[in-house]
């Protein structure tokens, strides 16, 4: 997938309800510096387990350049509900 372009504050909500015992969840947040730059890690969660407050919310960062956000599951079969959020 291309990089997102579009400037502004985001944030990403995620809801881990389905996580259990064994689970690993990884997100991460990409993010150049100038726009002819390489994209590189910005932020970065490792979640382990079932999650006691299961909607997640990452910090609001303003993204300008080339950013993108992943989520892989390290460790077993998660399902994830997702929403990337423009906040400004």
């Not at 400037?7 to 991460?28: K, N, P, S, T, Y």
């Not at 919310?57 to 998660?78: E, F, K, N, R, Y």
Request: charged fraction near 15%; glycine fraction near 6%; charge should be negative.
């Amino acid at each position: 997938a291309d990089a997102q372009t579009t400037d502004g504050v985001f944030q990403v909500w995620l809801d881990l309800a389905d996580m259990i015992a064994g689970d690993q969840l990884q997100i991460r947040i990409y993010e150049k510096v100038r726009s002819g730059d390489t994209q590189r890690i910005a932020f970065e969660a490792i979640l382990t387990g079932a999650q006691s407050q299961p909607l997640w919310v990452s910090p609001s960062l303003v993204m300008l350049h080339g950013w993108d956000i992943t989520c892989d599951a390290l460790a077993g079969t998660i399902t994830v509900n997702w929403s990337i959020r423009q906040v400004a």
